[in-house]
Each structure stands twice: as structure tokens, then as C-alpha cells.
């Protein structure tokens, strides 16, 4: 009962908030000085045209009509299940995002894995040693890092890695030159390395320094004082007590930075040029592509909401408090 | 035939170190020149009002004192300086620590695996079941999380993190609070048990008339300092008892005239010199200021310049 509750109003949460995301994605959109023509014609080859041919085309990208009108047309087909056709692609809208997600995934999950489990280890150490010398050295480091911007240090290690030292590809996903059925996983993962480090680099940061805070407030309670006082070893209270407790709000926080990820994976794909969903984004938005950035911003909306979710569920599984006490929320 | 005594703190000091306004830092005397000792099978109890600092002596004991306290005088366990090292080896073992409330429990780990420490091997599995037993606690009660125990329980449950080991001194942390007349009174047994197997047993705690049932001697602590050492019998009558403080304490138990008399302990930065009691007392005269002596009297301690 609890449970079907429970569900009903994830999901009514979910609906509405796709809803709003796509309300206010729309009206940007539209809001927006973009001018498609010119943005994908160019103002050369629409001075050439004649009329009839510019309407034409002013007819393809839907220019003139209006956006309420427009948006509800979208709507309908959306909730059918049919997202449209890219106006920059030519193609299924689902089917370009099939081909971008998978790029992208591939991408994120390493980044996600990584800057999690990393994350995890420094915030956790530099916790149990709160002032000493590694925890120097990590907050440091994560100070640092989230100072600076994400593309900038992708620029960093493009130019050190990619120019320099020539040991990793400048960019895209697959080899240049290459037919598609001749790339192989390796070359995949080889051209992945750069921009899902950037990405993990940039992502511990986050993850770090909250576990760090988290392990702090634990190490000062008074269970682990009396951990300390029946005579266990720092490592005995670490695995005993304080990775326990530090666990959930990791877990936490670990699926609530998908959304980070995917913000950074939009800069990181754009300087990497690699062609993942990020990438798709930027150019289906300044190229006007309507059908395409909004079926991106529905799917990005989803799965930071899943995120999200799967880390409320998560808490619940976790931590006998809520699993036992009945506290569901 | 005389006893060896298990504990002996001789002139024990806690001090705070506390920043003030700006970078200034100050000094916080928390406990003052106390000494006891603890026999084996004994049962001593330091009893004094809340906010009196005697939960760090058990912290001073147990080498857990935060950073910026520090610790001066001498500690002595079986004859022999419990230094550092020697606490580091010994606690958990040989010296237990029963803490003050649930909040002394992980959380997220279930109560029979947290006893054991996280290591259950049948020796400590059989041992656990016959603690439980004893403390009729259910054996399903292993099985469950510390925020799943009443106040009870959960006092049992502590005391079985010290039962588990082999304890030869038991230092127990306001083992009653929140607790109804008939289980605190139970807890209390629980420690005189301890005792009575051999232990030395010390219990802080704020009350007096519990600690009287059960305990062999009782020190006063009142701001810091120890007032008197006395034999629970001395409390029988207040003939017997040494310190105004003591007296007036014995006054208020309900049976003895429930009698209280005005004022509070002074708090440690505005403390009088000489006798912390001395504005509160009806004996205080010019000397009261001066310097205040330990003494013994009549086999107990008293710190104060009067013969009763």
C-alpha cells in the first residue's frame, strides 16, 4: 500500500516535472534572437534565394507560427511518443538521440564510476585524518579543481596530452579516416580516455569534499568515541563504524551528481568535440533545432530525476532507520 | 585481608583550552586536584550535579579527551602509570567504559554484532547469549538496531559492550539517566554484580540517593573539586558526614527533611578562591578563602578547613 503510494506520487512528480522543464525550455527557445535561416542557410546563400524558396524553408523551420500553437503540436506528438523529426539532422529525432546517448553514456559512466569511487576513497581518508597532512593535500586539490572551470581543463589536457606528448587522439570518438564497421572497442575506449578523465577529474571534487564533511561530523560522535575507548584500531572504527555511516549520504550525493556530469559532459564533448549528447545540445540549440533540444532536455530532465530517485530509494535500503522504522517517504 | 586496589588517581587535573574573543586563549579548569581509588570488588561512586565536569574524568581515565583538553597528575592502574601507551593496550580489555546514552551506539549496526566489536566468533557468540540471558534480553534483540531499543534496553545493552570483555575496571558514565525509578535501580545492580565478580567499579552519576544503595564509598564533586570521600555508612546519619556541602546534601533527600538550601555551584570562570562552597555555606568564615586542604578524617577525605 505504502509502496503503490509511494510510486503514484513519484510519478506524478515526474510528470509534472517534465511538464514544466518543457514549458520554460519552449519558451526560451522561442524567446531566443536565433534566426534558423540564417543560423543554418547562412546569409549569403539566403540572399540568393527568391522568395518563394525562402518561404519555403521559413515553412520547414516553422518560422511565423505561433509558439502556443507550436508547442501544443510538440506536445501532442511527444505524449504519442513521437518526438519529431531533426531539422538539422534529417533524421528521427529518436534515432539521432539513440546514436548520441550511447556516445555520451559511455562517457558519463566512466566518469560517473570514477570520480564516485575516487571521490569516496579521498573524502573518506582526508576525513579520518582531518588535519593532517593528506587531508591538506586533498582539500587542496579539490579546492583547486572546483575553481576552475571545467573547459578550461579540458583545453589544459587536450593541449598536454593530445599536442604535447601526442599520446591520446585531439578529439571525436572514432578514429579519422576509418570506415564505421572498421572501428573497434578499443578505439572507442581510446578516444573516451581524455574526456571521461576531464570529467572524473572535475567530478571527485564535489563528491570529495562532501564525503569529507560527512565522515568529519561522524568521526566527531560519540559512537566512534567509544569505538575508540573499547580499544578499536583506526581501521577497525574506519570499516566498523565510519564506512557504514558515511555509506548512505555518499550514495546519496553519487546519484544526485548525475546531473553534474551531465552539465559537464556538455562543455568536455564541446571542447573534445566529441559527439555525445552534450554536443548535440549546443548545436541543436543554436541551429534552432526545436525537435531535437527538446527531446535532449526531456531526456536530460528524466535522468537526473532518476538520479535523484534512485538516491531516495537507495537511502531507504540503506539505513535500518527508515528501511525498519516505516518512515517512508 | 586487604584488597589491591585496581585505580588510583592521584592530584588529577582537566583543563580546557578555550579561545576567547579574537585569538586570546584561555584556560578552563574543569576538574581540580582529585584523587581516589578503586579496589578490586569495589564499587565507588563520584557523584555530583550536572554540568560538574565528572564525565571527563571518566574521559581522562580512558584516554578519549578531546584535543584541546589537557590532563596533569598521576593515574595509576594495578600499581603501575597508566600511561598513554598502557591505555591504549589495555581499553576495551581489561578497562571498559560504559557510556551515558544511546547516542554512544552506531546507529547502523545491529546491537549483537556491535557488542562483539564487529568480530563474531562462536567463543563471543556463546558468551553474548549467556550475557543476554542474564540481562533477560531476547535473543532477537541481536538481530535489531540501537534505535529499535527502549531506554532499558538499551542501558543493558551497554553494559553488555563491558560484560562481554573480562573487565577488571569498569568505568561507568552516568549509567541512569532517563530512567524510571525501577530500571535505573536495576542498572544500578547490574554494576554492583560487576563488583562483586571482582571488578573495581566506578560509576559517575548524578544521583546521589541511588548511588547510596548501591555503592561501597561516594565522592562529592562540586565545581570541580572533591569535597568528600566517604563510606556509604557515613551517610547513614549526618553526624557522620564531613563537608557542609555533604551535610546539606543529606539534608535534601526527602527521608532526611527534604530540606534544600539556596544558590548554585559557581561556574568555572567565576570561581571564589579558596572553598568553591564557601558562598553558599552557613560555616564560612575569613579562612575559608585561603588555601582549603585535603585531609583524611575518620577514614574518609574532606576538603575543608573545619573538623564537622
Redesign the interface.
Known sequence: MKTAKFITKQMIKMFLLLLAVSIVAFALMTASPVDPLQANVGQTALGSMSPEQIQKLEEYWGVGQPPVQRYMAWLKDFIRGDMGVSLLYRQDVTKVIAVKLANSLFLMIIAWVMSGLLGFILGALAGMNRGKLIDKVVRGYCLLISSTPAFWIAMLFLIIFGVWLKILPIGLSVPIGVEASGVTFLDRVYHAILPAFTLSITGISNIAMHTREKMIDICE???M????????STW?IF???GF??VL?PAMTLQFASISEIFGGSVLVEQVFSYPGLGQAAVSAGLGSDMPLLMAITMISALLVFGGNLIANLLYGVI???IR??GAVR | MERKKILEIKNMNISFCQYQKGMRQEELPVIRDLSLSVHEGEMVAVVGSSGSGKSLLAHGVMGILPYNASMGGEILYRGEPLTEKRIRKLRGKEIVMVPQSTSYLDPLMKVGTQICKGKKDLVRQKKLDQIFSRYSLAKEVQEQYPFELSGGMTRRVMISTAMIENPRLVIADEPTPGLHQKAAKSAMEHFRELADMGAGVLIITHDLELALETADRVLVFYAGYTLEDAKTEDFCKEETLRHPYTKALWRAIPKNGFQYIDGVQPYVKDMPSGCPFAPRCSRCSEKCHGEIPYREVNGGYVRCVYDS
Open positions: 560522535s560519540d559512537y568515541l567509544f569505538a575508540k575507548a573499547r580499544g578499536e577497525e570499516k566498523n563504524h557504514r555511516n548512505a539505513d535500518p532507520r525498519r522504522g
